[in-house]
């Protein structure tokens, strides 16, 4: 980035989608604008639940729309965590956030090795639990979680198991085809990190119709704005479009790791359209993370809200253009020329 560059705000914390939606669509949306005095479908969102299935490979029944994955975690929650929840950290953090306003029981699990993350849950513990939380890929390590550590979580336990499919769509892996085979499966997606909807708030559910009919029971009637609904069809549209961004940012987001590996900063084999770094402690931590704010680039640290059971060494970057990503490292490849000039080794 050049010197009027330099100014400008490069916001990588929250890994919504950093590029633009498809002018079509946007003139799309503002027509619609003059039917927001009218109430949304309400109840399972009949056409947009169809849509949604068609894009899944399901049947509408198995589909629930929500207002953002977040709705999507606290239903599940009430519906089925009343026994014992697990939670594999460090991961996202509203599962435990969840858990808590509940006043559910919770266990945490720790499943990092050094940077290998692992699904431990133990079969004892599957045996007594009423709701277990599995992120593919993790956020915010990035990791990918592999299709046969699902499925015997799926075989070991009686309770529901949720796999947040949130960066499915950079992962391109999913157990969406296992719901008819295991009646404990929940899949759970997001339109903010693939689809560049954020901020109008929608995800949905994807598992048996069983299943669907309880978390239904949590859900407020007109839980997904009118926006949303139409937003949530309509954008399905330009598929393409969106294919060809992911692509574009799986390929910057390598870009980035193997950038950061040359500055010997150890990042993640992250599958999501983001990539978390260590800084080896939480001092230097956090003179990394103030000195990138201080060039207007804004990132999440592992000390905030976003994440259960993370170190505090750590920095998670979404991944924005590849220009914004370049000129990223070039901050820390200075930051750590300054540093390292005042404090020898």
């Known amino acids: 980035m050049g010197k009027k560059g330099a100014q400008e705000t490069i916001r990588l914390e929250h890994s919504s989608l950093k590029y633009p939606l498809p002018k079509k669509l946007l ?106 939380w599995i992120c593919n890929p993790n956020n915010p390590t990035g990791n990918s979680v592999c299709r046969e550590d699902i499925q015997r979580i799926l075989t070991k336990t009686t309770g529901i198991v949720v796999v947040d499919e949130c960066n499915y769509e950079y992962l391109g892996e999913t157990v969406v085809d296992l719901i008819d085979k295991f009646s404990n499966l929940i899949i759970s997606r997001s339109f903010s990190k693939n689809f560049g909807l954020a901020g109008i708030r929608l995800g949905f559910a994807v598992s048996s119709s069983t299943n669907i009919s309880k978390i239904l029971r949590y859900c407020q009637h007109f839980r997904v704005n009118k926006m949303a609904e139409i937003a949530g069809i309509k954008v399905l549209k330009y598929l393409d479009y969106f294919q060809a961004i992911w692509q574009e940012v799986a390929m910057v987001r390598d870009h980035f790791i193997c950038g950061l590996q040359q500055l010997d900063i150890i990042a993640f084999p992250s599958k999501a359209n983001f990539v978390l770094a260590d800084f080896v402690t939480k001092e230097n931590t956090k003179r990394v993370w103030q000195y990138l704010r201080e060039e207007h680039v804004y990132t999440f640290a592992a000390w905030g809200e976003e994440f259960s059971g993370l170190d505090s060494h750590y920095i998670r970057f979404t991944i924005g253009s590849q220009q914004e990503m370049n000129y990223t490292l070039m901050l820390l490849d200075r930051y750590q020329k300054e540093f390292y000039s005042n404090f020898p080794i």
Request: with cysteine.
């Open 27 to 132: 003139i799309e949306l503002k027509q619609e604008l003059s039917t927001m005095n009218e109430y949304p479908s309400g109840g399972t969102y009949q056409m947009l639940s169809d849509k949604l299935a068609e894009y899944v490979g399901v049947a509408p029944e198995n589909v629930l729309p929500a207002n953002g994955s977040d709705e999507v975690i606290e239903a599940v929650t009430r519906a089925f965590g009343r026994q014992l929840i697990l939670i594999p950290i460090p991961t996202f953090s509203q599962y435990e956030v969840s858990a808590d306003r509940n006043g559910f029981t919770k266990k945490l699990i720790s499943c990092l090795q050094g940077y290998d993350y692992q699904l431990s849950y133990s079969d004892d513990v599957l045996k007594k639990a009423s709701l277990v």
